[in-house]
């Protein structure tokens, strides 16, 4: 079975940090493509960050040089560092698979609040 498993989020006041994981079993984690999506509320789910199998790395526009996207093969695990943390970044957390196959994580809340 494959899971992946976030953990991490919580409550953080504005201009805080947070490390969010997600642990994956079931997949060759060293192969896949990875990536962490977010979804506020009344909001449309978005892409957050992305990592390659070679550990080339990307970002949505509103997080870049805040985020850090990284993996441990060793692990199986995918790390968000995010720091300088706003309100607009509450959301859930969600990590997922974007290749070869997609899985989803259940997501971990995120709130940004003072």
């Known amino acids: 079975q494959v899971q992946l498993v976030e953990s991490g989020g919580g409550l953080v006041q504005p201009g805080g940090s947070l490390r969010l994981s997600c642990a994956s079993s079931?997949?060759?984690?060293?192969?896949?493509?990875m990536a962490w999506y977010r979804q506020a509320p009344g909001k449309q789910r978005e892409l957050v960050a992305v990592i390659t199998r070679g550990g080339s790395t990307d970002y949505a526009v509103a997080v870049k040089g805040r985020f850090t996207i990284s993996r441990d093969n060793a692990k199986n695990t995918l790390y968000l560092q995010m720091n300088s943390l706003k309100p607009e970044d509450t959301a859930v957390y969600y990590c997922?698979?974007?290749?070869?196959?997609?899985?989803w994580g259940q997501g971990t809340q995120v709130t940004v609040s003072s």
């Open positions: 997922r698979t974007n290749s070869p196959r997609s899985y």
């Open positions: 079931g997949i060759l984690f060293s192969i896949y493509e």
